[in-house]
């Protein structure tokens, strides 16, 4: 690929200021009325997300101050003109789209463009200018397009990323994996009002429950320069979990503390904050105390990748722990309600993609071994089972979920029935760990580790991400660990591998 970049090469590119990378004609930046804005607009850097064949979002917010209690990120407050370019190259000789936004108070200053145009299966570099200050570099691709076959797609899996608890290692050496794409599977950012150990207490350092202070945790953990690098460097697609709100809160659980209306002002300050961090395009913008998450991406005729909403349309957690709680069969209870449980059927009846992907965020397999996982799908059991009977049919080929949550890694067969251990194997799951949630801790990757649940190949532990390599004919998934998140640098290790080949579902040792 012409336009690959070594990660020393495009750190250096994304960290470059306007004077080493293209100086403006002269006049064209003049200063908005109000007066100069601070230096350091592009503290949080840039980002894109949700490549489609000819367009992706790009992302950045004019944060001087990023954290600023009263979530300004020190900016004033007025209308702020943001122009914005996408190019071939990275030295911007070559634009091929360029135009003019407004950065607003009422979006927390953030940019969210939408660049249309685009050729697929190519990558592009883009940047942001306000005034005489230009932003890092940032490295997209668009998604390749119907018809087309890849010979490799290249992704990772990251989730929990607690800021006290740990460095992001992780992305310093997830930018050397060549990735088209990372998805975020949930926790991108905690609640509470932790302050660890090393240094990178939480902003405020009370849990946060409004849209300021929202805004100011946001910032601060965008504000890593591990996490503004890998933004940079490939595109993101985003799915929230719990602690973006609060912990392990759904949809029939009000907070017992507050009425039910300061409950759904919370939501909404949570999802309007998110939104404005994240390259998520308008059709994402929440609207009050619901936002619409679910989507499909599609990486040509290779895959078809349904990005699931486990938080937003659930019952509330069962309250039986016993793994045989009847009340985890209740066909009332839901995981991810009715419309988008209807929306995920109808597209795993109908998919004509090599590769079935369901990016979503709590694990899907059952482990019999630990009770009832009452936050999990096991705690949904009849909705699972809904996804298992139209898994079985077998029209949806090489079904795969990516799931995240529980800080530890896992592989495992998904089965028709998981209380029938003799029922037909109809997909794979990979679970990776956090990317720094729970700090360091011991390493671990046991293989077949449970006669009691033949199901799991793989438990293990420690920090990292999963990585991924999928073509026609295989998807292989490296479990990456890093050897710490309590030093501001580390090296990586691949675990363990395993490979799901094309149409034989299950997952074998690489």
């Known amino acids: 690929m012409s336009q690959q970049l070594g990660r020393r090469r495009f750190l250096q590119l994304g960290g470059a200021t306007a004077a080493t990378v293209l100086a403006p004609a002269a006049g064209a930046w003049a200063a908005p009325a109000g007066g100069r804005l601070p230096d350091g607009l592009f503290s949080l850097g840039v980002a894109s997300g949700d490549p489609l064949p000819e367009r992706v979002v790009i992302w950045t917010r004019l944060a001087p101050e990023p954290l600023a209690l009263d979530g300004s990120g020190g900016m004033p407050s007025r209308d702020v003109p943001v122009q914005w370019e996408v190019a071939h190259d990275e030295r911007f000789s070559r634009v091929v789209r360029r135009g003019v936004t407004r950065a607003t108070p009422h979006d927390a200053h953030s940019v969210h463009i939408d660049v249309p145009g685009l050729d697929p299966a190519r990558w592009y570099f883009y940047r942001f200018r306000v005034q005489r200050e230009i932003s890092p570099v940032g490295r997209m691709r668009t998604a390749p397009g119907h018809g087309q076959m890849p010979n490799v797609w290249r992704f990772a899996i990251a989730s929990c990323q607690n800021y006290p608890a740990g460095y992001y290692t992780s992305y310093q050496n997830m930018l050397d994996e060549d990735l088209d794409i990372v998805f975020h599977l949930g926790d991108y950012m905690y609640e509470g009002g932790a302050q660890g150990s090393l240094g990178r207490g939480h902003v405020p350092s009370e849990e946060v429950r409004d849209l300021a202070g929202y805004r100011v945790r946001l910032a601060q953990y965008k504000s890593d320069e591990d996490l503004r690098a890998m933004h940079a460097a490939a595109p993101f697609a985003m799915t929230f979990d719990d602690h973006e709100m609060e912990n392990n809160w759904t949809a029939d659980d009000a907070d017992p503390d507050v009425p039910p209306e300061e409950f759904a002002r919370?939501?909404?300050?949570?999802?309007?904050?998110?939104?404005?961090?994240?390259?998520?395009?308008?059709?994402?913008?929440?609207s009050g105390s619901h936002i619409q998450m679910y989507r499909r991406l599609h990486w040509g005729d290779l895959a078809t990748i349904n990005l699931l909403d486990t938080r937003q349309y659930r019952s509330d957690q069962v309250d039986d722990p016993e793994a045989d709680s009847p009340e985890a069969w209740d066909p009332e209870r839901k995981m991810l309600g009715d419309e988008q449980m209807r929306w995920l059927l109808d597209e795993l009846a109908t998919s004509s993609a090599r590769w079935n992907v369901l990016a979503q965020q709590v694990p899907f397999f059952e482990d019999a071994d630990v009770g009832l996982e009452s936050d999990k799908w096991d705690g949904y059991?009849?909705?699972?089972?809904r996804i298992l009977d139209e898994l079985a049919t077998?029209?949806?080929r090489n079904p795969l979920v990516l799931s995240g949550d529980i800080h530890a890694n896992r592989a495992a067969n998904i089965k028709a029935d998981f209380q029938d251990p003799e029922s037909a194997t109809v997909g794979g799951e990979f679970t990776g760990t956090s990317i720094s949630s729970g700090g360091d801790t011991d390493q671990s990757a046991d293989m077949d580790p449970d006669p009691d649940n033949p199901h799991i190949r793989l438990k293990g532990s420690g920090r990292g991400y999963v990585a991924f390599r999928v073509s026609a004919r295989e998807c292989q998934g490296d479990f990456r660990l890093v050897d710490t998140v309590e030093e501001t640098t580390s090296s990586v290790r691949t675990a363990a591998s395993f490979v799901m080949e094309d149409g034989q579902p299950g997952l074998t040792p690489a």
């Not at 998520?280 to 913008?285: D, F, I, K, P, T």
């Open 266 to 286: 919370r939501k909404a300050a949570a999802f309007k904050a998110y939104w404005e961090h994240m390259p998520l395009r308008e059709a994402q913008r929440p």
């Open 394 to 396: 077998g029209r949806a």
């Open 381 to 385: 059991r009849v909705a699972r089972q």
